[in-house]
């Protein structure tokens, strides 16, 4: 098990930034590759950022490209998601999930968070 829990959600006003965090906890965080989705009312979970295992590779979807950044922290064994440029389609639950991929699947990922609201109002 790697118990996951995210922090930093909010409300922001559109072109405001926000950074979430994802603490887990054991001693194998370093190993797994770390994803950050997000849902929202009435849709279905989507991908948002991908990281691996080092923090050498990273992936995004096209939406928030070139205004989300996604790092980690092995020590801390915390995962974050830098998120700039916000706009109200960002609003949503952010889940981060713990997997041994560089996926871009949920089902590729084992063990989730249970999520931080995000809310951009325009």
């Known amino acids: 098990q790697v118990p996951l829990v995210e922090s930093g959600g909010g409300l922001v006003q559109a072109g405001g930034s926000l950074r979430l965090s994802c603490a887990a906890s054991?001693?194998?965080?370093?190993?797994?590759?770390m994803g950050w989705f997000r849902q929202a009312p009435g849709k279905e979970r989507e991908f948002v950022a991908t990281?691996?295992?080092?923090?050498?590779?990273?992936h995004y979807a096209d939406p928030v490209k070139g205004r989300f950044t996604i790092s980690r922290d092995n020590a801390e064994n915390t995962v974050y998601l830098q998120m700039n440029s916000l706009k109200p389609g960002d609003t949503a639950v952010y889940y981060c999930?713990?997997?041994?991929?560089?996926?871009?699947?949920?089902?590729?990922?084992?063990?989730w968070g249970r999520g931080t609201q995000v809310t951009v109002s325009s």
């Open positions: 999930a713990a997997g041994w991929v560089f996926g871009t699947q949920t089902r590729e990922y084992n063990y």
């Open positions: 054991g001693r194998t965080f370093s190993s797994y590759g």
């Open positions: 990281i691996d295992w080092r923090g050498t590779s990273t």
